[in-house]
């Protein structure tokens, strides 16, 4: 169990400090000049002081006083009121920035806290949501390619994340199993005379049935008889499509379990699962008066949405002929992942071309009066994934590169690095040395860049054990593992309270350290793993610059060493942590 964060921890440090501020505020302005002023009130790091307040500029307009005689009287007022018990200096800059150094003892205080505390200072939500994330959402019958890489692999890290940030997290893998393609996929499994397709046999199973489709009218006739004998509940069909479902499910358990990916089959819950909701979707929205009929379909004119020509642009609900599409299926979702699911926030994790498609979806739910406070529905959206030349990454042919077969190769080439670097790793330990470098190579070159971009998939770059890579930052604690081994004996009766960071560098990554709860509150909040990325390759190089100016092991003394220990004890747990809210191992030797 989490020990609860103590009235030193990392974070009342810093926020012990944000709300003397803030009531210094009120004082000498009045309470609503400091509720204005709140966000400002909040500490930033400094290149020219331990944190940075820039509240007297915020506020200087709204009192109409200069910032700088802003700044002076709160200086004033934090000084009387017992500030530099915490601060060793509180400093005016430029044009009234506050600049605040923490004294020696207060800073390892705020460390000692953060190293007793075995989630390092990170606390809980004080009202958690329930959060119902959507993600990796493949199709049955169909192998995961590198499309599929964004998805899965941003959704796990937010889903764990979310998780450690005390939330309840429903994961939702929306797979793709109904519809009219179906059809043509079950029969082409009954002209096969197969009861299961062999490992590997996805891709070449479905573009063979979509070849018969296209080329042979007496298959496509059969195909359509059979998607109506599918949706009519036919047994026999019935007991095909399990057949295709359950093989699917198996492929993506061994894939998900390669990949660390927490997906588990409880957690599928693909498009059949709203058949038998979709006609009381529509029943409801006929009930509000949201539906009109446009050429023979019924569909929802969701208001402010238009198209090129600048006409109202339909949501499809229900197609001609009955049918149901995604947008139907979609808010079937969101009535049952709010309702059934009791969810509080809605994530969407699904590429930027569907952008437009979600917005119109929570437009209708809104309308619908489904999505309403306080529950918010979020599109996570990501960008693509790209090759050298800038384009849609492909193999030579021009297919899709198969997830698989990207885990294969990064296994491959990790293994030929850990050989060459760690040839005194027995076969087992380098098996799974390389298994967690190549998997943490994927993942980190994903989530280190900002998911609304795109990013080009280079090999070289992400095993690189330089720079801002998984393997830099994986080196980087099995080195600090390896330090702390030294002396197994001597590692385990360090007393953490000779923790006194005074050089340059240990101050520096000390408050690095402090930095981690602040980054993971951030993340969730925002959704932005590569916040977490570029936090925990700072740390690691703060780690660096640490090593390289303040001996440990051949530290003056004593009391010195066993507090180098310690700082680097508690980097190693912070980085292992870190990269473990990724989805990514921390190995102890490599």
């Known amino acids: 169990m989490a020990t609860p964060p103590s009235q030193t921890s990392p974070v009342s440090r810093v926020s012990q400090i944000e709300a003397r501020i803030a009531q210094a505020v009120d004082k000498l302005f009045g309470a609503e000049q400091a509720i204005a002023a709140q966000a400002a009130v909040k500490l930033s790091r400094s290149q020219h002081a331990d944190y940075q307040c820039n509240v007297a500029l915020a506020l200087a307009q709204k009192v109409k006083q200069p910032p700088r005689k802003v700044a002076e009287a709160l200086l004033g007022e934090l000084e009387a009121g017992g500030l530099g018990t915490v601060c060793e200096t ?89 519809g009219t393609p179906f059809g043509m996929l079950l029969e082409n ?90 006609d009381g979707v529509v029943e409801e929205l006929r009930k509000v008066d949201l539906l009109v009929e446009s050429d023979c379909a019924l569909c929802v004119f969701p208001a402010g949405f238009k198209g090129k020509t600048g006409d109202p642009l339909p949501l499809i609900v229900r197609k001609q002929g009955g049918g149901y599409g995604y947008a139907s299926t979609d808010l079937a979702t969101i009535r049952h992942r709010m309702g059934a699911l009791g969810g509080t926030r809605l994530l969407y994790v699904v590429g930027a071309p569907q952008q437009l498609h979600l917005a119109m979806v929570f437009a209708v739910a809104r309308e619908a009066g489904w999505l309403k406070p306080p529950v918010v529905a979020e599109h996570v959206s990501f960008g693509a994934v790209l090759g050298a030349d800038k384009k849609m990454f492909k193999t030579r042919s021009g297919d899709n590169v198969s997830l698989s077969s990207l885990v294969d190769e990064a296994c491959v080439r990790a293994d030929a690095a850990v050989a060459a670097r760690s040839p005194s790793l027995t076969a087992e330990e380098r098996v799974a040395t390389a298994r967690a470098i190549g998997v943490g190579a994927l993942k980190y070159a994903d989530l280190s860049t900002d998911r609304n971009k795109d990013y080009v998939f280079d090999w070289d770059r992400m095993l690189a054990f330089e720079g801002n890579t998984g393997p830099y930052l994986q080196y980087a604690h099995a080195r600090i593992r390896s330090l702390l081994r030294h002396d197994t004996l001597r590692e385990q009766t360090i007393d953490p309270r000779a923790l006194r960071p005074i050089e340059p560098a240990e101050r520096a990554l000390a408050l690095e350290l402090l930095d981690f709860s602040a980054t993971v509150q951030t993340v969730g909040a925002q959704l932005a793993p590569h916040k977490l990325c570029t936090y925990l390759f700072q740390l690691a190089t703060r780690f660096t610059t640490f090593y390289e100016q303040c001996p440990v092991l051949r530290a003056d003394t004593t009391e010195i060493r066993d507090a180098r220990l310690a700082l680097a004890g508690l980097t190693a747990r912070t980085l292992a942590t870190g990269l473990g809210l990724l989805g990514i191992t921390a190995p102890e030797r490599m």
């Open 90 to 178: 509180i400093e005016i800059a430029g044009p009234g920035y506050l600049n605040l150094t923490l004294r020696a003892e207060a800073l390892a205080e705020a460390l000692l806290a953060m190293g007793d505390d075995a989630r390092l200072g990170v606390t809980s939500a004080a009202t958690p949501d329930t959060v119902v994330i959507d993600y990796s959402s493949p199709n049955v019958a169909k192998e995961l390619h590198v499309g599929h890489l964004r998805g899965t692999i941003l959704g796990d890290a937010l889903a764990r994340v979310l998780d450690h940030l005390g939330h309840k997290v429903v994961r939702q893998n929306h797979l793709g199993d109904w």
């Open 189 to 278: 499994f009954v002209d096969d005379g197969a009861t299961e397709l062999a490992r590997g046999d996805w891709t070449t199973f479905y573009q063979a049935a979509r070849a018969k489709f296209d080329g042979d009218p007496a298959f496509a006739e059969r195909a359509r008889r059979r998607v109506v004998l599918l949706q009519g509940g036919d047994e026999e069909t019935l007991v095909l499509w399990r057949a295709l479902v359950a093989q699917s499910v198996s492929y993506l358990e061994e894939l998900y379990s390669r990949l660390d990916v927490t997906l588990r089959p409880a957690d599928i819950a693909g498009e059949s699962r709203y058949n038998d909701e979709l």
